[in-house]
T-cell receptor, first 113, second 114 residues
Framework: AQTVTQSQPEMSVQEAETVTLSCTYDTSESDYYLFWYKQPPSRQMILVIR??????QNATENRFSVNFQKAAKSFSLKISDSQLGDAAMYFC??????????FGKGITLSVRP | NAGVMQNPRHLVRRRGQEARLRCSPMKGHSHVYWYRQLPEEGLKFMVYLQKENIIDESGMPKERFSAEFPKEGPSILRIQQVVRGDSAAYFCASSTEVANEKLFFGSGTQLSVL
């Protein structure tokens, strides 16, 4: 069974600064996908970024990028130039051959103006 | 193209009543997933359905819970004889193919059991 661990329950960042959210996972599969989802107070689950395990290049989406370390089973999210609208819960998730998403417990990110 | 639609957004039930949660997937999507989110927790997989078929219900409690995705109409998650522990946010997601493609989530139904 896969597990996803987000050990930091909350983090805070100054507006315009950079913050990194940590995530580790455990799996015996070699082909899988990793995701970061954002959940604002509206409760909507918004896909932030996706990484395919067979790709060595780290995924990037505008101000969001990941540091994917396959051997270490680590998948951190970096948010650059943080904005007030980035404040939300962030969930790391794993999807393997069985197509189910396994989520971490999430981290609450607050952005200080 | 409307997104994944879930209704109701909030549902209040008394213990012992039935709860019916509806999910209309995005147009053209034939794969539906249900997840449950308890307070301060991540989403937990419940069931994966395709039209008229339950593909994987390994995350569904064995009793009181059932799900369907008929040929016509929305997917329904049904909880019979609700208990306080069923209080949670229930999310539906849909995709065109297996979930390694991008999943589109609905806004969830918050179930409160009094």
């Amino acid at each position: 069974a896969q597990t996803v661990t987000q050990s930091q329950p909350e983090m805070s960042v100054q507006e315009a600064e950079t913050v990194t959210l940590s995530c580790t996972y455990d799996t015996s599969e070699s082909d899988y996908y990793l995701f970061w989802y954002k959940q604002p107070p509206s409760r909507q689950m918004i896909l932030v970024i996706r990484q395919e395990a067979y790709k060595q290049q780290n995924a990037t989406e505008n101000r969001f990028s990941v540091n994917f370390q396959k051997a270490a089973k680590s998948f951190s999210l970096k948010i650059s130039d943080s904005q007030l609208g980035d404040a939300a819960m962030y969930f790391c998730a794993f999807s393997g051959a069985n197509s189910k998403l396994t989520f971490g417990k999430g981290i609450t990110l607050s952005v200080r103006p | 193209n409307a997104g994944v639609m879930q209704n109701p957004r909030h549902l209040v039930r008394r213990r012992g009543q039935e709860a019916r949660l509806r999910c209309s997937p995005m147009k053209g999507h034939s794969h539906v997933y249900w997840y449950r989110q308890l307070p301060e927790e991540g989403l937990k997989f419940m069931v994966y359905l395709q039209k008229e078929n339950i593909i994987d219900e390994s995350g569904m409690p064995k009793e009181r819970f059932s799900a369907e995705f008929p040929k016509e109409g929305p997917s329904i998650l049904r909880i019979q004889q609700v208990v306080r522990g069923d209080s949670a946010a229930y999310f539906c997601a849909s995709s065109t193919e297996v979930a390694n493609e991008k999943l589109f989530f609905g806004s969830g139904t918050q179930l409160s059991v009094l």
